[in-house]
C-alpha cells in the first residue's frame, strides 16, 4: 500500500514567539512544516530541528514578491492542508498624539496585508477541507475595544488598527469561500509571554502551540477563538 501522505502546514512568522513555538509543535507531530521567515540564519536554526519535516521559505510578507517565492516553493508539495498566518509586529503610539501614519501604515502592511499576500499565493494549492488561520488579537475586537474592557492595558493604536483589518479581511473571506470546504477563522492565542508582550501576560508560547494543534482537528469556519477563553466578538 502507498505511504499515507504527511499533512502540510505554511506558518508565517516562525522565527520566534508563537510561530517558533508552532513550527516545533507541528515537526514534532511529524507533520511537514513550511516556516516562512525572512533571514537565512533563521531558516538555519529551524532545519536543525528536524531536516526531514522542515522546509523553510526566505521572504518577506510585506513584499508582493513574497507570493511567487511561495508558489515556486510549494507547487512541488501535492497540497497545503493548513496555512497560519501569525507574522506580527508592534507599535509605539498608545494615544493619538503619539500615533504616527507611517507607523499605521507598516502594521497594516504586516497583519492584513501580508496575510492577504500569503493567502492569495497559497489558495491554489490548499486542500479541498484545508484551514486557514489568520492569528488575531483581543485588541483587534472592536466590541472589547468599544466597551472599555481594555482600557488599563496598553497597547498602540497601530497595533489595533491593523488587527481589526486583519479581522474584516477575515471575515471578507469567510463569506466568500463559505460554500468551498476550506475553514477560515481567526485566532487570540491569549496573553503570550513574547518579547512584545502585554503586561498582562500569563501563558507560554508552547502552551498555546500545543492548545491549537489539538484544536485543528475541530476548526469552524468563520469562528474568533480565544484559545484559553470561550470565542470572542469580532
Given at each position: 500500500m502507498p505511504a499515507e501522505r504527511r499533512k502540510t502546514i505554511i506558518i508565517t512568522g516562525a522565527s520566534r514567539g508563537f510561530g517558533f513555538a508552532l513550527t516545533k509543535q507541528f515537526i514534532s507531530n511529524d507533520w511537514k512544516v513550511i516556516p516562512l521567515v525572512r533571514k537565512n540564519e533563521d531558516a538555519k536554526v529551524l532545519k536543525r530541528f528536524?531536516?526531514?519535516?522542515?522546509?523553510?521559505?526566505?521572504?518577506?510578507?510585506t513584499s508582493n514578491g513574497v507570493q511567487s517565492s511561495i508558489r515556486e516553493s510549494i507547487k512541488s508539495y501535492g497540497g497545503i492542508d493548513v496555512v497560519i498566518n501569525n507574522a506580527g509586529i508592534g507599535g509605539?503610539?498608545?494615544s493619538l498624539n503619539e500615533t504616527k501614519s507611517y507607523e499605521v501604515l507598516s502594521l497594516v502592511n504586516v497583519?492584513?496585508?501580508?496575510a492577504?499576500?500569503?493567502?492569495q499565493a497559497v489558495m491554489p494549492f490548499m486542500m479541498n477541507d484545508g484551514i486557514i488561520i489568520n492569528?488575531?488579537?483581543?485588541?483587534?475586537?472592536?466590541?472589547?475595544?468599544?466597551?472599555?474592557e481594555l482600557d488599563n492595558v496598553a497597547c498602540s493604536y497601530s497595533y489595533?488598527?491593523?488587527k481589526a483589518a486583519q479581522n474584516m479581511l477575515t471575515q471578507c473571506m469567510c463569506r466568500e469561500?463559505?460554500?468551498?470546504?476550506?475553514?477560515l477563522c481567526s485566532v487570540h492565542p491569549g496573553r503570550l509571554r513574547t518579547d512584545s508582550a502585554s503586561v498582562d501576560a500569563d501563558r507560554t508560547p508552547e502552551?498555546?502551540?500545543?492548545?491549537?494543534f489539538e484544536k485543528i482537528k475541530s476548526i469552524e469556519h468563520g469562528r474568533f477563538y480565544s484559545l484559553f477563553e470561550c470565542a470572542i466578538e469580532w
Amino acid at each position: 500500500m502507498p505511504a499515507e501522505r504527511r499533512k502540510t502546514i505554511i506558518i508565517t512568522g516562525a522565527s520566534r514567539g508563537f510561530g517558533f513555538a508552532l513550527t516545533k509543535q507541528f515537526i514534532s507531530n511529524d507533520w511537514k512544516v513550511i516556516p516562512l521567515v525572512r533571514k537565512n540564519e533563521d531558516a538555519k536554526v529551524l532545519k536543525r530541528f528536524n531536516k526531514s519535516n522542515c522546509f523553510p521559505i526566505i521572504s518577506d510578507i510585506t513584499s508582493n514578491g513574497v507570493q511567487s517565492s511561495i508558489r515556486e516553493s510549494i507547487k512541488s508539495y501535492g497540497g497545503i492542508d493548513v496555512v497560519i498566518n501569525n507574522a506580527g509586529i508592534g507599535g509605539s503610539g498608545t494615544s493619538l498624539n503619539e500615533t504616527k501614519s507611517y507607523e499605521v501604515l507598516s502594521l497594516v502592511n504586516v497583519h492584513c496585508l501580508g496575510a492577504l499576500r500569503v493567502t492569495q499565493a497559497v489558495m491554489p494549492f490548499m486542500m479541498n477541507d484545508g484551514i486557514i488561520i489568520n492569528i488575531s488579537s483581543r485588541f483587534g475586537s472592536i466590541s472589547k475595544i468599544s466597551t472599555g474592557e481594555l482600557d488599563n492595558v496598553a497597547c498602540s493604536y497601530s497595533y489595533r488598527i491593523a488587527k481589526a483589518a486583519q479581522n474584516m479581511l477575515t471575515q471578507c473571506m469567510c463569506r466568500e469561500f463559505k460554500d468551498s470546504g476550506i475553514r477560515l477563522c481567526s485566532v487570540h492565542p491569549g496573553r503570550l509571554r513574547t518579547d512584545s508582550a502585554s503586561v498582562d501576560a500569563d501563558r507560554t508560547p508552547e502552551e498555546a502551540a500545543e492548545i491549537l494543534f489539538e484544536k485543528i482537528k475541530s476548526i469552524e469556519h468563520g469562528r474568533f477563538y480565544s484559545l484559553f477563553e470561550c470565542a470572542i466578538e469580532w
